[in-house]
């Protein structure tokens, strides 16, 4: 089969690698399209931590079962399939306190390949986190399981009512993923705070009722203003960038909620306004990754009929095609790009 291989930053590198084969309790699938990532597009400029190099490459995909193992049982060969890239252990300290997300083991056994023709499931993942994709469901729209799982576990602890303002920092997949899923639970206003106009575009044709593509210091202005100069009572991060960290408590009222969701580089540290955090009550929540209740309410949003996931897609490419492809992601107008292996 065709895989690429990140060989090591800034080196990736199509390859003809053997075919896998389940063992007893996997299955393998075969990927019908996998979405570009900017996780991806990191791990190829400058690296990862979680991503030891070579690595297979690609992490969000929808396929068909090609094969499976000889004791798995409820799935077919030929069964359209919708998952994420990793599974909690479901025994280890973490997993026994429901926080599923900071598993001992949850990043280590990540399923990355999914640049690629086939992809091995192993059986962790078959227990929890792998589903049936309906029919209706483009193959490109159900990769979008694992960043909306991202995005739904951001949000769990955000008692949202339907007349907060909320502003999201940020213009990106990330970012419009919130605003698709804000709507989706019902949030009235939402405002985009973007740099590139091109993606601040996007936030607009996707419903956000403002959208800021000034300084960080006028779009706070303008939020203050629209707000009786309380401030956003939901204040969603989505560029893991130290600046933008430190500008988001500035957005947000007294007894506000601010997500910090996009994380930084390692290393880096951000300074808070005590005063603003204890004397206006600013509750801060910097949420990772994601649990299965999470990934479950993403399939229950993507497969509803409601959610509009094909406009995020903004281009297709063929697997030879995807440094191109994330060329595209990390310097072009548009926002998450297909490709179909
Ligand atoms: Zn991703
Ligand atoms: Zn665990």
């Excluded at 191109?324 to 992601?329: Q, S, V």
Aim: net charge neutral.
């Amino acid at each position: 089969m065709r895989a690429y291989v990140l060989v090591q930053p800034g080196d990736m590198a199509l390859q003809v690698l053997p075919r896998p084969v389940p063992a007893p309790d996997e299955v393998v699938v075969r990927v019908r399209a996998a979405l570009t990532c900017g996780t991806d597009v990191k791990a190829f400029v400058r690296g990862h931590p979680k991503f030891p190099m070579p690595t297979p490459f690609g992490h969000e995909f929808a396929g068909d079962v090609a094969a499976v193992g000889s004791a798995v049982r409820g799935w077919r060969e030929g069964d359209p399939v919708m998952a994420v890239p990793t599974a909690p252990c479901g025994h280890c300290y973490f997993c026994r306190r429901r926080q599923e997300n900071l598993c001992d083991s949850v990043m280590e056994t990540m399923v990355l390949g999914a640049y690629a023709e086939y992809l091995k499931i192993p059986a962790r993942h078959l227990r929890v986190n792998v589903f049936a994709k309906p029919e209706s469901l483009p193959y490109e729209e159900a990769a979008l399981l694992e960043p909306l799982s991202c995005v739904l576990h951001g949000l769990e602890s955000v008692a949202l009512r339907p007349d907060d303002r909320v502003v999201l920092l940020g213009a990106g997949a990330i970012s419009l993923l919130h605003l698709l899923t804000l709507r989706a639970m019902g949030a009235e206003h939402v405002a985009v705070v973007g740099r590139r106009p091109q993606r601040t575009e996007h936030a607009r044709k996707l419903g956000a009722d403002a959208v800021y593509s000034g300084s960080l210091a006028d779009a706070r202005d303008q939020v203050l203003t629209a707000t009786d100069g309380r401030g956003a009572d939901l204040v969603v991060e989505c560029t893991g960038q130290v600046d933008v960290w430190e500008a988001a408590l500035g957005f947000a009222r007294r007894g506000g909620h601010v997500v910090l969701f996009g994380g930084c580089p390692p290393g880096t540290q951000v300074r808070i306004d005590t005063q603003r955090l204890h004397y206006d009550q600013l509750r801060v929540s910097s949420p990772f990754h994601f649990t299965p209740r999470a990934v479950r309410r993403a399939y229950d949003l993507l497969t509803g009929g409601q959610f509009d996931g094909a406009a995020l897609i903004t281009g297709h490419f063929a697997l030879a095609d995807l440094p191109a492809a994330l060329h595209e992601h990390q310097h072009g107008d548009g926002i998450k790009f297909a490709v179909l292996p």
